[in-house]
C-alpha cells in the first residue's frame, strides 16, 4: 500500500482522465479522475492539493474512506466525499492536506 504522506500532485497529475477502481461494500465502482487542483501550501511537501473523480451515474456512495486501487500508484486508502452530480456521472473529492 503506498503512503498517503509520501503523495504530491505531481504523482496525479499525469494520471488525469485514468481510471480508479472504488471499492466500496456494496459495490466497486470506476473512479475517473477529472479534476486536480493544488490548494497552496499546507507544510505538506510539494502542498494541498484536491482531486475530482467522477463515476457512472446512480445513487451515491456516503462520504466514507474507501480503498482505491490503480496500477502504477497501488492501493490507497482515502477519505472520499461526494460532491454532487458532475458530466454525466457522480462527483467526489479526495483531499490532501
Do not use: C, W
Not at 74 to 92: E, M, R, S
Amino acid at each position: 500500500m503506498t503512503s498517503l504522506a509520501d503523495l504530491k500532485v505531481t504523482d496525479f497529475e499525469p494520471r488525469k482522465g485514468e481510471t480508479f477502481r472504488l471499492r466500496a461494500p456494496q459495490a466497486t465502482l470506476d473512479f475517473e479522475l477529472v479534476e486536480i487542483s493544488r490548494l497552496g501550501d499546507s507544510g505538506r511537501d510539494g502542498g494541498a492539493f484536491s482531486l475530482v473523480f467522477r463515476t457512472p451515474r446512480g445513487p451515491f456512495l456516503p462520504q466514507a474512506i474507501y480503498s482505491v486501487d490503480h496500477a502504477a500508484l497501488g492501493t490507497l486508502d482515502v477519505f472520499v466525499v461526494p460532491i454532487g452530480p458532475i458530466a454525466d456521472g457522480n462527483g467526489y473529492e479526495v483531499i490532501f492536506t
